[in-house]
């Protein structure tokens, strides 16, 4: 492994995801290196084109090329092209906020969102993450996994609200509950007021490709006949992003 190289790379992912531009002491106490050798790291991401350095401030911040990079990763999830139809279709029928999401590791990353007329709508952000065992899009696709890969990801789950479920045995009847269903819901398990639906996307060998789902404000999912008419909704555009995927070429 080369270290060098891995404490380059933790130093820009956290330079990405910090929420305002970043100086050499939030770098070092971050990430638990020296002064001199976090100036050093953010340097030579400064000469790469990586970061950019704020004279006047100090601060560092991350450069275009971050995004132009994201941007080809994201040109070549062919799903989203194929889902795009789909997408829309189930965003004027729900009037909701709308998430295409892929799964990496215990988290979700929204590849592709669609965000609500409604006044009031759930927020996400287009590239953003969340804890899979929280909302129904990782839900969904955590049902589609083997009983040995959620025994690797379902430990030490964290409260993230009131309703988040941390037990791995009642995590696994909701899944196999969500499997048999072929939708999951989300009741408050990230952000205590906001619920959502969705359901797994699979791929030509039956792995589970993505999920595809619907948030909104608690009290407008609130009730039995919502959910159900939203879970009529998200099935039908997960079927239709299957068949997109399916003709492909």
């Known amino acids: 492994m080369d270290k060098t190289l891995l404490k380059g790379l933790q130093v820009l992912t956290h330079v990405a995801h910090a929420d305002r531009n970043v100086r050499i002491m939030d770098v070092a106490e971050s990430l638990n290196l020296t002064k001199s050798n976090a100036y050093r790291v953010l340097k030579t991401l400064e000469s790469a084109g990586f970061i950019r350095h704020d004279p006047r401030t100090k601060d560092f911040l991350p450069s275009i090329r971050i995004w132009e990079l994201g941007t080809q990763v ?139 789902g619907v948030s909104g404000p608690r009290y407008r999912l609130d009730s039995g006949l919502r959910c159900e008419e939203l879970a009529l909704l998200v099935r039908r555009a997960a079927r239709d992003i299957l068949e997109s995927l399916r003709h492909r070429g």
């Not at 729900?94 to 759930?122: F, M």
């Open 74 to 212: 994201m040109n070549r999830l062919d799903i989203r092209s194929r889902a795009a139809e789909a997408l829309h279709r189930l965003a004027e029928q729900s009037r909701e906020t709308v998430h295409l999401a892929i799964l990496d590791g215990r988290e979700v990353v929204y590849i592709d969102k669609i965000d609500s007329p409604e006044p009031v709508s759930a927020y996400t952000r287009l590239g953003g993450r969340a804890p899979a065992h929280c909302v129904a899009t990782g839900k969904a696709m955590l049902s589609q996994l083997a009983d040995a890969e959620l025994s690797r990801l379902l430990v030490d789950l964290e409260r993230h609200s009131p309703f988040t479920i941390t037990d791995p045995a009642r995590l696994r009847e909701e899944l196999a509950e969500a499997r048999a269903n072929g939708h999951s819901i989300n009741r408050g398990e990230w952000r205590d007021s906001v619920w959502g639906l969705a359901a797994p996307i699979t791929d030509a060998s039956g792995g589970i490709a993505a999920a595809v």
